[in-house]
């Protein structure tokens, strides 16, 4: 047997104020017996990064710009800079220029 603190106890000693006359409350435990605690949460939860779809988080490309990134991807090509092609390509992609992928491919083919 354990004896425990009643409640209104000790709100009153926090209060500085008298306490209660109530008897405390007993808790019995025994020493046999198992315990499981289990906890489920949706952030506990693995994200699964693979199958989540890119956003895009960015104001729709003006025509000013997506004529600059098409160009930009035809002359790195021209170049010979498939690196930057690659990465102008990639940015493009992500502003939401549609044309994009194809102008990197025919840029490509004509080389």
């Known amino acids: 047997m354990v004896p425990s603190l009643h409640?209104?106890?000790?709100?009153?000693?926090?209060?500085?104020?008298?306490?209660?006359?109530?008897?405390?409350?007993?808790v019995n435990h025994t020493a046999?017996?198992?315990f499981f605690l289990g906890v489920e949460s949706a952030y506990m939860q693995p994200v699964?990064?693979?199958q989540a779809e890119p956003t895009n988080d960015y104001a729709p490309a003006l025509d000013q710009t997506q004529g600059y990134y098409l160009n930009s991807i035809e002359q790195a090509v021209a170049d010979g800079e498939i690196n930057k092609a690659m990465q102008?390509?990639?940015?493009?992609?992500?502003?939401?220029?549609?044309?994009?992928?194809?102008?990197?491919?025919s840029a490509v083919e004509n080389k």
Do not use: H, M, Q, Y
């Open 48 to 50: 699964k990064t693979a």
């Open 7 to 26: 409640s209104a106890k000790a709100f009153a000693i926090a209060k500085n104020t008298v306490s209660p006359e109530i008897p405390d409350p007993v």
């Open 32 to 34: 046999s017996g198992s």
């Open 88 to 105: 102008l390509l990639e940015e493009a992609e992500r502003l939401g220029i549609k044309d994009a992928r194809n102008t990197f491919v």
